[in-house]
């Protein structure tokens, strides 16, 4: 299993940034030899993270899995909004786990558009009974759903850190009010038309978070979308409000982690084991079934 904590050397591409899961690299011109300004290659890994760390066992084609469930859902979100993909064409060595990217001038936000309420924004609700300064119906319970779903932006935090909650004004002071309306309705809609696809699939998508780019005055829809990694998948069929909801992907590892099996408690702050070998074989079909459930194909 290649040490998926090394960033790659790809031949032809300079490596420019890690993240939890996923690596960014630029092409090299040949005839300069210096990175291109107008392509990115993003590569989806298949590191996996949970109670915010990276663990030690990779998830076998869980890379693979959500590039093509992303490229799957930008060709759904075309008549919404464009975006940055330019081809799958990629290094062998990451065949079907990256993707060549037009580099955009990425906007300064994490476009967060909750559906049902959870995580922060049920914290935030539990104290002043709104979320980004949306006020909401009194009495809401841990995985409600909203009366429809609502733009919470936040920032953009350093690696390792969590991203901060900020009100739309906060959004237009950054971008402008046009500007900041505009990635706020996209937001929104993209996750209506998300969850109206999986929702009829078994699958509800409580939130999700986009990150736009502009291409002149356009904005375009960059990064990953509506993957398991960038929103909160859960099976309908359990969705049941008054208590934290199952992940449709994590909830195996999450069980494992936090039973007296792992010998390993959350609260310790120490690093996680490494997981069972059915724990990642569990694992790695749920990331599948949801890729099959959503696009109809087989992987
Ligand atoms: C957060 C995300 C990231 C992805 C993969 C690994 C680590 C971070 N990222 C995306 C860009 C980016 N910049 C310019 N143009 C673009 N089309 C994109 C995209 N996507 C910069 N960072």
């Known amino acids: 299993m290649p040490d998926e904590t090394v960033p790659l050397t790809l031949p032809g591409y300079a490596h420019v940034y890690s993240g939890k899961v996923r690596d960014l690299y630029a092409p090299v ?3 300069s030899g210096q990175p291109r300004g107008d392509q990115l290659l993003l590569v989806a890994s298949d590191r996996i993270s949970a109670f915010d760390f990276i663990l030690d066992s990779p998830i076998p084609d869980k890379g693979e899995v959500l590039t093509r469930l992303s490229l799957w859902w930008f060709s759904q979100l075309e ?51 709104a979320v980004s300064g949306i006020a909401l119906p009194a009495g809401l319970v841990d995985g409600d759903r909203l009366p429809g779903p609502i733009f919470t932006p936040s920032t953009k935090a350093p690696m390792g850190e969590h991203d901060e909650p900020i009100p739309f004004s906060a959004v237009e002071a950054e971008i402008g009010s046009d500007l900041a309306a505009r990635v706020r309705d996209l937001t929104v809609a993209i996750l209506k038309r998300g969850n109206e696809v999986a929702a009829a699939r078994g699958i509800l ?12 005055d356009e904005v375009v829809l960059a990064d990953e979308v509506l993957t398991p990694d960038s929103s909160r ?67």
């Open 205 to 216: 998508l409580a939130d999700t978070k986009v990150e736009f780019g502009l291409r002149g």
């Open 233 to 299: 998948f859960w099976p309908a069929d359990q969705w049941e409000p008054g208590h934290p909801q199952p992940s449709f992907d994590k909830q195996f590892v999450r069980e494992w982690l936090t039973s007296p099996a792992s010998g390993w408690s959350k609260s310790s702050g120490e690093a996680p084991p490494a997981l069972p070998e059915d724990v990642v074989a569990q694992t790695r079909a749920k990331y599948v079934e949801a890729f099959e459930r959503l696009t109809g194909e087989t992987f």
């Open 79 to 129: 008549d919404l909004v464009a975006n940055h993909v330019i081809s799958t064409d990629v290094p062998d060595a990451v065949r079907g786990r990256a993707v060549l990217v037009e580099r955009l001038e990425m906007l300064p936000v994490e476009c967060v558009a909750r559906a049902y309420l959870t995580g922060g924004g049920l914290g935030e609700y539990t104290a002043t009974g």
């Open 29 to 31: 011109d040949p005839a």
